[in-house]
C-alpha cells in the first residue's frame, strides 16, 4: 500500500500562484507514476498533470500548460504541483494520485489517492 498527503491548498487571487505538494509514503518502491487531478462542485475528477517516478517523463492537461508543472523529488518521496498564473476556473480540490504500471491521464490508471487539498481562486 502506498498513503498519499496533499497540503499547500489555499485561496489565492486571479493571476497568483501555488505549490501544493504530495507526500508518499509505505511501499513507495512500487510507483511508477504521480498524477494530479482536480474536481470541481458538481463535475467529474479531471487530469491535471502526471510524472515518471523515475525518469523526466510528463504529460499535462490542455488547460494548465505554460502554467503548471509536475516536479517529481524521489530522493524525498514528494511530489510538487507548481501553479502560476491561476484562474478562477481553476478552483477544485486537488488530488495526489500513484499508479503502480503506467503514466497516464486517466483516473482508472491510478492505484493510490490522497484527500485533497482545496484550492480556491479568487477573482
Known amino acids: 500500500q502506498v498513503q498519499l498527503e496533499e497540503s499547500g491548498g489555499e485561496l489565492v487571487h486571479t493571476g497568483g500562484s501555488l505549490r501544493l505538494a504530495c507526500a508518499a509514503s509505505?511501499?513507495?518502491?512500487?510507483?511508477?507514476?504521480m498524477g494530479w487531478f482536480r474536481q470541481a462542485p458538481g463535475k467529474e475528477r479531471e487530469f491535471v498533470a502526471s510524472?515518471?517516478?523515475?525518469?523526466?517523463?510528463?504529460l499535462y492537461a490542455d488547460s494548465v500548460k505554460g502554467r503548471f508543472a509536475i516536479d517529481i523529488d524521489n530522493a524525498k518521496n514528494t511530489v510538487y504541483l507548481q501553479m502560476n498564473s491561476l484562474k478562477p476556473e481553476d478552483t477544485a480540490v486537488y488530488y495526489c494520485?500513484?499508479?503502480?504500471?503506467?503514466?497516464?491521464?486517466?483516473?482508472?490508471?491510478?492505484?493510490?489517492w490522497g484527500q485533497g487539498t482545496q484550492v480556491t481562486v479568487s477573482s
Open positions: 494520485a500513484a499508479a503502480r504500471e503506467v503514466l497516464s491521464a486517466y483516473v482508472q490508471s491510478y492505484d493510490y
Open positions: 509505505g511501499l513507495t518502491f512500487t510507483i511508477y507514476a
Open positions: 510524472g515518471a517516478w523515475n525518469d523526466e517523463r510528463t
